[in-house]
Structure formats: structure tokens, C-alpha cells
């Protein structure tokens, strides 16, 4: 993500405030992340896309709620997030 908010500036604050806030869950399944986070959207596998700073940008994300880890598939902008499978990458 550090990579990402040094050539786009704007993002760092939200993409900062997302880590912060996830770092600190404890989210045992998709309803509880939905609740917390009404407008990320649910994909196969345990992904889950948000929208940082008003849809901007995308952040795909990955998560074991198990083990509780999460892994980062996926920032970029809204014209990048267009060109990928989010349900595959």
C-alpha cells in the first residue's frame, strides 16, 4: 500500500485509516465485515472489494477469518481495478 499512496498522494490517509481499523478486528465472518464496512463488496473465496476515497480507488483484500489474516490482492485505481478478474487475482 506504501507503494501506491506515494504515487497517489490522496489515498494515503484513507488507505492508512483502513489498515489501522482492520489491524485492529476481529472479524469472524463476512456478516461482521459487511456490518463494519457496508459498501465493501463480497466476492468468491473471501475477497472483498473497498472503495477508498469515494471509489477512487479499489482495495481488494483477502481474508482467513479463522487465523484471522488478511492478504492485500489488489490497489489501484478505478480504471485499473476495470482491467483485472477482482474474482481471480
Known amino acids: 500500500m506504501r507503494d501506491f499512496w506515494t504515487r497517489h498522494a490522496d ?14 478486528s476481529e472479524f469472524k465472518n463476512l456478516n461482521e465485515l459487511k456490518r ?3 459498501s465493501a463488496s463480497i466476492l ?23 487465523y484471522q489474516i488478511c492478504w492485500i490482492r489488489f490497489v489501484g485505481t478505478h480504471a485499473e ?7 481471480e487475482i
Open 11 to 24: 489515498s494515503e490517509q484513507q488507505l492508512t485509516a483502513w489498515y489501522r481499523e482492520t489491524a485492529k
Open 36 to 38: 463494519e464496512y457496508p
Open 44 to 66: 468468491k473465496d473471501n475477497r472483498n472489494v473497498f472503495n477508498i476515497k469515494g471509489n477512487k480507488y479499489r482495495l481488494i483484500v483477502k481474508f482467513n477469518f479463522e
Open 81 to 87: 481495478y476495470d482491467k483485472i478478474n477482482a474474482k
